[in-house]
Nanobody, 119 residues
Framework: QVHPVESGGGLVQPGGSRRLSCAAS????????MGWYRQAPGKQRELVAY???????NYVDSVKGRFTISGDNAKSTVYLQMDSLKPEDTAVYFC?????????????WGQGTQVTVSS
């Protein structure tokens, strides 16, 4: 089992910044990639940003130029730096870990952390 745990959510004013962290813990696993998804009330969960173990990244168009994803392979940790936040960024942000345990590949989700952008 791999357990991603998010932190860093909270209330932030429009135009402000916030940094989310997600650390994956467990035993005998390797990370293939990690990503951030978000779900706003009444909406489907959507990909925000993803990073592979090799460092390749991709972003949803709505956050390009404002959010930056980075990772620390040694710590099995991924970060999401969010700048120029907008009210429409308000959502629960979930961390996803794509991990290999032995020869098998699994997807693990964190519990989510709330980000609220409001004045």
């Amino acid at each position: 089992q791999v357990h991603p745990v998010e932190s860093g959510g909270g209330l932030v004013q429009p135009g402000g910044s916030r940094r989310l962290s997600c650390a994956a813990s467990g035993s005998s696993f390797s990370i293939n990639g990690m990503g951030w998804y978000r779900q706003a009330p009444g909406k489907q969960r959507e990909l925000v940003a993803y990073i592979t173990s090799g460092g390749s990244t991709n972003y949803v168009d709505s956050v390009k130029g404002r959010f930056t994803i980075s990772g620390d392979n040694a710590k099995s940790t991924v970060y999401l730096q969010m700048d120029s936040l907008k009210p429409e960024d308000t959502a629960v942000y979930f961390c996803k870990a794509d991990a290999s345990v032995g020869s098998r590949r699994y997807i693990y989700w964190g519990q989510g952390t709330q980000v609220t952008v409001s004045s």
